[in-house]
Nanobody, 122 residues
């Protein structure tokens, strides 16, 4: 099983930046992917944000392209999400997830972190 832990959430004003980090541990394959999803409000379907394979293949939701950037550190087993020019509509709980494919579909991911709250005030 793979464990994931998000960190870096918080409260910011519109236009500001935040950096989320996802630490991955346990038994995982290097030919796999880590995706970021968000959910707001609770109970709503999780929305795809971005995903990356460990060898650098990335994909982003249209709503965050040009504002959010993924980076991965293979030595530390972390995948960071740099979020710039934040908007109030980016407010959500952000989750990272582990899967074998760099997919936009939540059910393609097998393991999930607990989530971290991001709140953007106007």
């Amino acid at each position: 099983q793979v464990q994931l832990q998000e960190s870096g959430g918080g409260l910011v004003q519109a236009g500001e930046s935040l950096r989320l980090s996802c630490a991955v541990s346990g038994h995982f394959f290097t030919r796999s992917a880590v995706g970021w999803f968000r959910q707001a409000p609770p109970g709503k379907e999780r929305e795809f944000v971005a995903t990356t394979t460990w060898n650098g293949v990335q994909d982003y939701a249209d709503s965050v392209k040009g504002r959010f950037t993924l980076s991965r550190d293979i030595t530390k087993n972390t995948v960071d999400l740099q979020m710039n020019s934040l908007k109030p509509e980016d407010t959500a709980v952000y989750y990272c997830a582990y899967g074998l494919l760099a997919s936009k579909i939540p059910s393609d991911y097998n393991d999930w972190g607990q989530g971290t709250q991001v709140t953007v005030s106007s």
